[in-house]
């Protein structure tokens, strides 16, 4: 069971449901996907890091066989060559690794050479399996290494994995969430909560995918991501009420389902509560 | 001498456009001769690398100087790989921006930013 948490902003509490979620579990596999920043390892403090570097093909272009027919430039759609001064540039950070250009080239003056983009990092904390992805600053794409994360092989035992997600609905997101059995939105009690909310909303009916709402940092009053569940017959999975004694457990790096029962019930039920959604998930739509 | 800027429409009264990259047209003007030409800008609509593929054009157009309010890094390595002069422009006034070329009063442009990827505008 593959289980996304998601949301349309930053800092609504995507890295609190995914690292207690995977706590809770007998034994779970946690995969940080937020390679630009990745924190769930902050809580985990893994152990037995295992370090594989990943890197990404771009184009070399060998100038002294290229004849100036521009054949790459033309073809490549993210205008990552130029042809100038009867040279071709590359411009690695535009370049999406397609090959294109290699291929094409009549000269056969281009191949492939290796771009370091980033790591991932492997380890264990107690019952959860840590991996996660680290993007190399100034790294324009967090996509290959996410692409990597999500595809390599699964310890034994471990069927329930808990992927934590970038911010946002974009390239990376859906990468991230391309394969989830069921996602998880969490959503903070504001406007730009509900407009971010709402984003993560499309996508996944986008994408198909079975999904429900974590509410965060509940307080008295209005709260226009909890109307917009309502007026959208949504399901709400959970509500985490605005405590300063969960947010002294966040400050000092403590998975708050370790540390205190309340927090350890909580989670259990989401976590049972999310597992019975994707069996009739897969009841209903095989 | 041959110069080029980012324009908002085919016209001497139009303004200057605040992209480079997205800009919809390019006026190249010959200071010599007095001749104006705009160049319709394929590369405002590409997904990315706009940048590089304005720059690019602006090279194939036969540029001496190009006169912007702002540049992004991909494309200012290919502007300076090409020799091409880069000035700031002073105003919104195509007008106004040849008269100080003309007059030798415009500043090099040298502050170049990260470039927008994508999000300019939004």
Known sequence: ??????????????????????????????????????????????????????????????????????????FCKYNALAYIGEKVIVFDDVCHSCGGCVLLCPQHAMSEKAKYVGNIKKGTSENVT????????GVASGVPIISELLKRPLDKGTDFIVIDCPPGSSC???????????????????????????????????????????LNKCQDGDNPSERFCIENNINILMKIAFDSELGKFNSNAEIAARVDSKYRDMFTGLLQLVAKEVSHETATSP | MKIAMPVNEKSMETTICHSFGRTPYFLVFDTKSMESVFAHNSAATSQGGAGVKAAQAIVDLGVEALITP?????????????????????????????QAFNDSKLSTLDEIHAGFHNQAGK
């Open chain 2, 70 to 98: 702002r540049c992004g890094e991909n494309a200012a390595e290919v502007i300076k790989t090409a020799n091409i002069k880069m000035y700031k422009t002073i105003n919104e006034s195509i007008k106004d921006n040849i």
């Open chain 1, 1 to 74: 069971m593959r289980i996304a948490v998601l949301s349309g902003k930053g800092g609504t509490g995507k890295t609190l449901v995914s690292v207690n979620l995977a706590t809770v579990a007998e034994k779970a596999t946690y995969i940080d996907c937020d390679v630009e920043e990745p924190n769930g390892h902050l809580f985990f403090k893994p152990n037995n890091i295992e370090s594989q570097d990943i890197s990404v093909k771009v184009p070399y272009v060998k100038q002294e066989d290229c004849n100036g027919c521009r054949t790459c430039v033309s």
């Open chain 1, 172 to 214: 990376a997101v859906m990468e991230s969430i391309k394969d989830a059995d069921y996602c998880i939105l969490v959503a903070e009690p504001t406007i730009f909560g509900a407009h971010n909310l709402k984003m993560v909303h499309d996508l996944v009916r986008l994408f198909g995918k079975p999904y429900g709402v974590v």
């Open chain 1, 130 to 137: 840590v991996i996660t992805g680290i993007l190399n600053i």
